[in-house]
């Protein structure tokens, strides 16, 4: 039997944690800012990321993905999905610090990018993404080896979704595979199933099994009975060797928190609620979701749409928060109306870890020349993670 220790912290309310307002040092040991991390409540904090920003010039990009906070936005120097500011910073090769707001994949993707003279730091090391977190190294190399046994291996193409470790993106390179973002997922699968037999080739997607399912069946026009689902965390993945062998999508069971939380509920709700709303929803979304919208794209699809949109048109959107509440506010003067398709709140809580304080902290550190929560990427995992990324520039 153990022994409950005492907490010699107070426990941060599960709602701000949630919303990434306040840190957890016990789930969050390791994490540590060395130095002053400014207080929230610091009245000058904008103040500072100015000065910081401006004592760094033209040596420092910011980068702020479309998820982060307005307050974080503020100080970006582009805005973008992952993969438009992973190559936007390898098109600044004059900057010699990158700030990512943003995850930690990301960061990844963009120090895999950029020139080895530039340093990518992640404003707060907490900033994962459940999502990649959901497949490890270790778990795919175990699943590609029940593939071997079962015969499947050398017709199976690999596909991993932008959100996904370096890791995993070097082991889509080294299997011939390629990475793809939810704009270009049906052209990464096309490609895939060409380059094997088409009476046997198979795409083992990872890790978002809903970005792979909804590509095959709306896009590819496959069945959902062509596609099947791996467990990493059951024996085998949970499948047999002819479940394998009869598959034409092996699935990772990945999926988003956030895009995840979405359900049929909540798309039968808002068109009860707002007569002649049109639903417009990320394809992280879950199949049902997907197959109830009326339109279905990435975050730049999603932006693109709402600025094409008429005056007085209405939109329920299922993507992040921060970025539905954005475009309701851009869009309001023109008459559009955008709601946010759940009613319950609907944050990325590890996107949020990035606040003000981390950044005034980050830019501030590297104003006095000191280079703080760098990520870097080791050699060998960016040789083959370039390759996957580089298959996928060359996507026709
Ligand atoms: S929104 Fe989803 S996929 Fe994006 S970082 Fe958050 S958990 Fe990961």
């Known amino acids: 039997m153990t022994t409950a220790q005492p907490l010699d912290v107070e426990p941060t309310p599960l709602a701000l944690l ?22 929230p409540s610091d009245p000058d904090l904008v103040e500072r990321a100015r000065a910081a920003k401006e004592k760094l010039g033209d040596r420092v990009f910011v980068l702020g993905h479309h998820y982060q906070r307005d307050e974080v ?21 004059e900057a010699e610090y990158i700030v990512f707001c943003g995850v930690h994949f990301m960061a990844e993707s963009a120090d895999i990018l950029t020139g080895d003279d530039q340093q990518v730091v992640l404003p707060d090391l907490a900033a994962g993404c459940s999502m990649a977190d959901m497949a490890t190294a270790e778990q795919v190399a ?18 991993s979704y932008m959100n996904s470790s370096a890791d995993i993106k070097a082991f889509t390179g080294r299997h011939g ?72 999508m092996i699935l990772w069971r990945g999926h988003c928190s956030v895009h995840g939380r979405f359900s049929l509920d ?51 959107i299922g993507t992040e928060l921060n970025l539905v509440r954005r475009l309701a506010n851009r869009f309001a003067d023109q008459g559009k109306e955008i709601v946010f398709l759940d009613r319950t709140v609907c944050f990325c809580s590890t996107m949020n870890r ?21 990520i870097q990427v080791d050699q060998e995992t960016e040789h083959f993670a370039k390759l996957a990324l580089e298959r996928m520039l060359a996507l026709p």
């Open 142 to 159: 175990e699943c590609w080896d029940i593939l071997t046994e079962a015969g499947v291996a050398q017709d199976t193409i690999p596909v």
């Open 266 to 316: 909540s798309v039968q709700e808002v068109r009860e609620r707002i007569p002649g709303v049109n639903v417009l929803v990320h394809p992280e979304c879950k199949h049902e979701v997907v197959a109830a919208a009326d339109y279905v794209g990435s975050t730049e699809y999603i932006i693109k749409t709402l600025e094409a949109a008429p005056a007085g048109s209405k939109w329920a």
């Open 18 to 39: 949630l919303l990434g307002r306040e840190a957890d040092p016990k789930s969050e040991r390791g994490v540590e800012c060395p130095g002053e991390l400014p207080a």
């Open 73 to 93: 936005i503020e100080f970006a120097d582009v805005t973008g999905d992952s993969f438009k500011l992973a190559r936007d910073a390898a098109a600044r090769p």
């Open 177 to 248: 595979g390629t990475i793809c973002t939810s704009s270009n997922a049906e052209r990464a699968l096309r490609w895939a199933f060409e380059q094997r037999d088409p009476s046997a080739g198979k795409v083992l997607f990872l890790p978002d099994q809903h970005l792979g399912r909804n590509t095959a069946v709306r896009d590819l026009g496959m069945s959902l009975e062509d596609c099947v689902v791996y467990n990493p965390h059951k024996p085998n993945g949970g499948l047999t060797a002819e479940q394998l062998r009869d598959a034409r």
């Open 354 to 374: 990035i606040d003000l304080p981390h950044l005034v902290w980050a830019l501030e550190s590297l104003a006095a020349g000191k280079v703080v929560n760098r």
